[in-house]
């Protein structure tokens, strides 16, 4: 079994400013993993996906998060986030089964 | 590519009814479909994941008589929430995926009974 922590439920952010959401797993198996947004009312967009190979993963919309074995850790950065960017972020886990778990996310909120 | 709908997006119905949502995948030939069930300011809880022809694999705390799926073709999964009571009122998301471990979501469908 797996499970995901999302370290931050809430992340405000100015317009411009970096942001950087945490997320930490745990499983005794490989592990792929995604980070998906959603915006209000409306279903998941994946932004970014680990499956294997280089540990720096470029997603869409200028996001990019960073595979750490070690740490367990699959954190999510942007450098210059837009008002668009305000939306709930989720990071979620799968293996051989293709089940996805899901971290309880994180709100981020882009202000002027 | 890899798009996802789901039908209705709302519905509204009077507690004790049924109600039966479908999820299709357009462009793609879905092997797997699943189904979460999101609650206000939480996360997805996945609720079963069903393959074509197959019957459903249900979650454990999932009733499967109430959560009706069926999976009768390639590109179309419905969940059918039997008897609805208020506390069914959720948005209930499915998912696609065809090869590889991705899944492509659908838009969701808010469900709420009175």
């Known amino acids: 079994a797996q499970s995901v922590t999302q370290l931050d439920s809430q992340v405000p952010v100015f317009e411009e400013a970096p942001v950087e959401l945490r997320c930490n797993y745990s499983?005794?198996?490989?592990?792929?993993l995604f980070w998906y947004v959603q915006y209000p009312n409306q279903g998941l967009q994946l932004l970014l996906k680990?499956?294997?190979?280089?540990?720096l993963v470029k997603g869409i919309n200028g996001f990019e998060a960073e595979f750490n074995k070690s740490q367990t850790s699959f954190h999510l950065r942007k450098p210059s986030v837009h008002i668009s960017d305000t939306a709930e972020y989720f990071c979620?886990?799968?293996?051989?089964?293709?089940?996805?778990?899901f971290g309880a996310g994180t709100t981020v909120t882009v202000r002027a | 590519g890899a798009v996802v709908s789901q039908h209705p997006s709302r519905v509204i119905c009077k507690s004790g009814t049924s109600v039966k949502i479908e999820c299709r995948s357009l462009?793609?030939?879905?092997?797997?479909m699943f189904w979460y069930r999101q609650f206000p300011k939480q996360s997805l809880m996945l609720m079963a994941t069903?393959?074509?022809?197959?019957?459903?694999?249900?979650e454990q705390g999932v009733e499967k008589d109430k959560f009706l799926i069926n999976h009768a073709s390639l590109t179309l999964s419905t969940l059918t929430v039997t008897s609805a009571h208020p506390e069914d009122s959720s948005f209930y998301i499915c998912?696609?995926?065809?090869?590889?471990?991705?899944?492509?979501f659908g838009p969701g469908t808010r469900l709420l009974v009175l």
């Open positions: 069903s393959n074509e022809g197959s019957k459903a694999t249900y």
């Open positions: 998912s696609a995926r065809w090869t590889g471990e991705t899944q492509y």
């Open positions: 499983s005794s198996v490989s592990v792929y």
């Open positions: 462009d793609f030939q879905a092997t797997t």
């Open positions: 979620a886990v799968s293996s051989n089964d293709y089940k996805l778990s």
């Open positions: 680990y499956l294997s190979g280089s540990t």
